[in-house]
Structure formats: structure tokens, C-alpha cells
């Protein structure tokens, strides 16, 4: 597998390479114990436990405990945990700030017989006043010049607990006229007369974070400090404290863009306060972006390890788009998530054509044609069932292909049925559906020359199983929650959880904590703690809809259209009137649709991608369905102006499509990774091993292959079984390492099959 490259591994890379730090690489993870690890932490911790594993270093975690007031053993016992989690280990590696606190007290004294440090006993309010604005030098406090010994001796008072809470503070004497805020005298310790959970009351002052973070490097050796930008105006700071007192060894720090993600708030103090005010369950509510919730939530670790992967390390501040989550979310569940029926919404359903008392057990496959794994269950099918309300309904229109009256519909994994009857309560609501059943459909064929559209999941109603199902959705209902001055608190979302009494498939009686499950049409769903013995209860962790799939269009390459039989330009698909004159004349020129010319032509990244690739040699249609869906969509996710491609490089992609060599899926992961790296499709197809197995030699030996193992399951088949044709695809396509082109399969299959 290819190393992942982005600007700090260049720069660790050649560090090593010229021998700095005898080649030594030492990173490490410094959270404050102050509340639970989110998903923007777990960027830095693949960033920094990936990096050590990379070059052959270690990372140690490190608790940043600087601050006894807001600090707790459940905290440093998340943190591990989440750590853990993710499938990162420390070893002998663990350190705590508080284990330096002489030794950064010593330090602090040294500072003061050197003259660089002073005891100011300024108030908070004060001190921000003398501090001054930015571009407006600040004031010396009145205290700056007091002498080195009567320095030391507040300093050793405080220590003695003389002074009461925020009577005095040690500040760094360097420069109140520095353009950097943070090097105008900052404060080094304070007072707190609280109890540290690790050394009691042992102190009663406390080092502050810019001090004690930078010298915790250092007293671990630590030759790559890696940051969020926020602390890059913090740097000439340490640097400063430092150099200041002579510790031997000097760390590098780096800094690269935090992960911010839209829909929900990823500040351990905004996520408290959800805490502390219950608006939701605790640090793991599934609502929650912590480690802990999202766990909760159903989603893996391997999920969280490829969207970190996906979004990269760079310097530029963005915006992730939440839909770029759940698609990776998504992604990741189809392969390990067995589809099951579930109705999240129950109504009753009457078949009156079907014998009383009789009970079939129907044979459903747990997975579909494109996942390479076998496995069925015993569905029983009865006279009454259960079907979801939402697929009713009475006067539908006209494209809707679910149940309504007069109307066939197939029930998944059964027969195909008519609604004859609509039966209503004293109220006039809906109370009960009569239909009709066809015995010709079993496992859910048309009769030939049929067409049935519609495809809906059931449950029997003698055999259902009840169970709760929390419906998750996202933490606030903005994109930027709080924007503009707004109380964040005034963005949530008021539907982020609903709870309903479903009724499930039988099957899920055994469904155990931890488990992952498909309900069909409905979305990803995973076994909650609470479930009991009798009583599961299972949380939505995505919706089935691929909201990212949505948001970035399809990038399948589109036809050539027919050309006007008049000898004149191609007219522009969709609304032109409004076109500007340079988006009509591309519209024109290459026969575009409206839509595709007003949005290449009005983003000047976009346009310059279109010139490129069509000066390589590619086709304009594709090209210009890519841009205007894909790859726009791609650049306002991550709030970037320009690609890290060429026009040429894109241009690759569509025909990889067309030749069957990607898949429409396959061809969004390559593009993706172009984003993250500016790598080129064909490389990143052969680096992955990406590409589709297609030749129909290569298939058809795969195929009768499987077909000679399984004879049993091809006696099923010809026995009128028409369900383990998926569970054959599954098979061709495991034998071919996953990566057979699921349509040529299926089609070879069923020839071969007769």
C-alpha cells in the first residue's frame, strides 16, 4: 500500500533524510483532559500516530493538564480509550504534564533570577487593558521593573499559598510593543486554589498552557511538534520560553488546518454545554462529533481512518462538508452491513387471496450483487403483514410506484401484490390495506411481459419482532451553527433525534450489541447498548440516500447527443434565456446543456479545467458533466479556488469510466484521491488497485468456476430459486478479489446458467 504524502511527511521525510535528530522521528498527541476526544481530534491523532509508524518513531500521549478546575479522570480515561479505539498504541509512552510541575516551577525561577520573568499583580481586566489592540503597542504594567529578589519572593509565596486566587500572576518579560498579542508579557502562571486530579493539593499554582506545552516537548524530546494553525501565532512564544531557559533540546513545530465540519460544532466547550444542559445524552449521544458518540453512532474506525485519509493535511482553513462524512460513512457499511426488512412505520395489511394459517419461509439473501459475500435467512411470509405508511398512498402522483389503490407493487424477497381495498377508522384515517397476491411471483418476478416498478419491504405481522429504533440525524440545522454572533444553541436541530416502535424481521432476534445492519430502503442501522434480550434497540448512523452522491452529481460519461438533421449549432439543453453571452457561445460550441455552460463558464477554476482537458484530446460532453457536478461540488466541500489537477489529468477520468475499468463508484474514490493528492487517475487506479475485471474470459472462467464448486446452490437455481443468482454474483466477484464489474458478471452468469 502506498504512504500516504502530504506536506509535513515531505518535510519529516527530508529531515531524515539529512540525518536531523540522527534520523530520530518523535511526535506525539497532547490533548487537555477537559472533555471528550471529537472527529477533529482523530485527524491529529492519525496524523501523529500515522507519521511515527511511517518512519519508524514513536508517539507518546500526553495529557495536558495544566488546568485543575476543569480537568477529570474520566476525561485521560475516554481519551485512552478513544485512542485505543482507533487502533493506536503507546506503549511505555504515556506522560502527563503534572508529572513536570517542579521541574517547570525550577524553570520559572531560573526566568526570574535571569530577569526575563516578574510577579504582576495586575487584575485579569487590567492586564487585558495594559495589553493593548492589534497595531497599538501596549503599556508596561507597573510591576514590570520590580527586582529580581523581590521576584522570587512572591513567586515562592504564591507557591506557599499566600495570595489569594487572581490577586497575582508570573508573567515573561519580553516585549509590549510586539505586533504578535501573544508575546506582549503573557502570563506563565496563575493561582487556582483547586484540587488537581492527579496531584492534589500538592499546588496551588498552575503553569499556563503556552508554557508548559512547549517545555513538555522539549522534556520528552520531541522532534516534531505538530499543531492546528491556531497555535501558529503561539509559536514565537515557545520558541521564546524555549530558548529562554536553555532546555537542551528544541522541538519543530508545524502547523497544518484543523478539521472543521459543517452541521455540527466541534469546540469541547460548545459540547459541554450539550452536555452539562442535557440537551443531549451525554458525551456519547450518537448526535454528539465525539469519538465516543460516533462509536455509539455505528460508524467503524476503518470509516473515521479513510475520511481523515480523504480529506488530507493541508494549510488551508475549510469547511468539510457532513455529507462527505456520511458518504464515507456509507461506503464503508455497504461492505460489512447484512440487509434486513424493517418497518419503521407499520400498517396493516390483509391478503386475501392467501390461504389462512399458511406460513412460507421464503429464502433472502443477506447481501446484494456488488458485495462478494454469501449468506441467506428464512423469511416466513403469512396472510397478514406489515408495510411501511410512507409507502401509501391514496391519490399518489403520477410517478410514484409504491402501493396505492389498483396498484401492483413487488414486496421484496416475495410476491407481487395489488391493493383492492382502503379500510379507515371512525376517524377517517387509515386503519388497514386489503390486497391480492399473485402464487406466480414468488421471490418477486414479474410475469413475463410485465413491468412492476415498485419494490417495497415487509414484515409478517404473526412473526414481527417489536423494537425501539432511534432515528439520528445532524446536530444543528445551519451549516456554520452560531454564525453571525448567534447563540449556537438557537441552531439545533429540533429533529436531530426521533424514536418510533418498528417492527423487524424475525431474523433480528439474535441481533447482538455492536452489530451493523442494513434495513432495506432505509438506511444503515446499529445495535445500541440498550438492547436487551426480547427488546433490541437500533440507531440510525446514515440514512440510505447518499446525500454526497447528491451533492457532487454523477460522473458517469455522457452520450454524444444526435445532431440536428439543419446544418446549425447544437441548441443548449434547459432554460438559455438566462445564459450570459460566454455561457451561451460554450453551450453553443459543444453542445452542452444550459446548466453545464452557466456553471463552467461563471467559475473561472472550472473553465480553465475545461480548456485543459479539452486540449489534451478529451471529449466535451463527459468532461463538462464531470465539472459542472462533480468536480464543483468537490471544490465548495473543500473550499478550495482551484484544483490540485490539471485539466489534462481530469480528462483521464471518463474514459476509465466508459472502458469498464472503473465503476461509477470507483471513479468518485479516484477522484477524491485526485483532490487529496493531485495525483493522476491511472496512477491512482494502479497504486489502489482499482480497476474493474471486465474481460469476459477472465469472467466467464471465474464464473464456471464457481458454478462447478456450488452445485448444490445451482440445483437451487434450476429448481425455480431465482434469489442465489445474487449469491453466486457474490461469489464470482470474491474469487476475482472484489473487483469484477458486477453487470458483465451477472450477465454471464445467467448465460451460463441457461
Known sequence: MTEPSDFIRDMIGADVAAGLHDGRVCTRFPPEPNGYLHIGHAKS??????????????????????????????????????????????GQNMFYASDYYERLYELAEGLIQKGRAYVCDLTEADMGEYRGKVGEPGKESPYRNRSVEENLDRFRRMRKGEFKEGSCTLRAKIDMASPNMKMRDPPLYRIKHAHHYRTGDAWCIYPLYDYAHCLSDSFEKITHSLCTMEFESARELYDWVVAATEVPHVPRQTEFARLNLSYTVMSKRRLLELVEKKLVRGWDDPRMPTIAGLRRRGVTREAIAEFCSRIGVAKNLSIVDM???????????????PRVMAVLKPIEVLIENYPEGEVEQLDAP??????????????????????????????????????????????????????????????????????????ATRGGSAPAGEKVAGT????????????????????????????GGRDFLEDLNPDSLSVVQAKVEPSLSSAAEGQHYQFERVGFFFVDPDTRPGAPVFNRTVALKDGWAKLVGKSEPVKAEAKPREAKAAAPKGDAKELTPAAKALAEQHALSADEARVISSEPALAALFEGALAAGAAAKPIAS??????????????????????????????????????????????????????????IVKEKGLSQVSDAGAVEAAVAQVLADNPDTVARYKAGNANVVGALVGMVIKSLQGRANPKVVNEILKKQLG
Open 45 to 90: 491523532i492519525h496524523l501523529n500516530f500515522g507519521i511515527a509508524k511511517q518512519f519508524g518513531g514513536v508517539c507518546h500521549l500526553r495529557m495536558d493538564d495544566t488546568n485543575p478546575t476543569t480537568e477529570d479522570p474520566e476525561y485521560v480515561a475516554a481519551i485512552q480509550r478513544d485512542v485505543r479505539w482507533l487502533g493506536f498504541e503507546w
Open 323 to 337: 455529507a462527505l462524512l456520511e458518504h464515507v460513512i456509507r461506503e464503508d457499511l455497504n461492505q460489512r452491513s
Open 456 to 483: 417495497i419491504q415487509w414484515v409478517s405481522a404473526a412473526h414481527a419482532l417489536d423494537a425501539e429504533v432511534r432515528i439520528y440525524d445532524r446536530l444543528c440545522r445551519v451549516e456554520s451553527p452560531g454564525d
Open 366 to 439: 443477506y447481501w446484494p450483487h456488488d458485495v462478494p459475500k454469501e449468506g441467506s435467512r428464512k423469511v416466513p411470509f403469512s396472510r397478514t403483514i406489515y408495510v411501511d405508511r410512507d409507502d401509501f398512498l391514496e391519490n399518489p402522483p403520477k410517478d410514484f410506484h409504491r402501493l396505492s389503490p389498483g396498484k401492483r407493487v413487488r414486496l421484496r424477497h416475495a410476491y407481487v401484490v395489488t391493493c383492492k381495498e382502503v379500510i379507515k377508522d371512525a376517524n377517517g384515517d387509515l386503519a388497514r390495506l386489503v390486497c391480492t397476491y399473485d402464487p
Open 626 to 683: 464531470l465539472l459542472a457536478n462533480d468536480v464543483v461540488r468537490e471544490l465548495r466541500a473543500r473550499r478550495l479556488e482551484k484544483a490540485p489537477f490539471d485539466g489534462a489529468a481530469l480528462g483521464e477520468l471518463p474514459p476509465l469510466v466508459a472502458s469498464g475499468t472503473l465503476s461509477t463508484k470507483l471513479a468518485k474514490e479516484v477522484l477524491a484521491e485526485m483532490f487529496v493528492r493531485g495525483a493522476r487517475p491511472a496512477e
